[in-house]
């Protein structure tokens, strides 16, 4: 999970261990948040939420869109990612204007 200084998150996978390696979210899409400003010193957080030793690619696809789905980091108000596609609650009520979202 990437986190962004402005609390918004994509969760994403790394099969490759890369240290140098932040996600693939849309550039375009994260640059819209920022001012030129606050581009110029910011600190990014990747946090781990699951690894495997002998985890297919279909497998760990399979977790990062559990992962996504959990964290609603594919509701444009929570997070950056847009796949899977966002699917606001039923009842019209939608936790993330409510602030809240599992960590």
Known sequence: MITYPNGKIYVGQDRTNSINYFGSASSELIARDFTEESRRDFTIR?????????????????????????????????????????????????DATEGGHEE
């Open 46 to 94: 990747r946090t781990i939420l699951w690894e495997s030793e002998s985890a297919s690619a279909a497998e760990v696809t399979q977790k990062e869109a559990e992962l996504i789905r959990r964290l609603q980091s594919n509701n444009p108000i929570i997070g950056y990612n847009r796949w899977p596609k966002y699917v606001p609650a039923p009842s019209g009520r939608d």
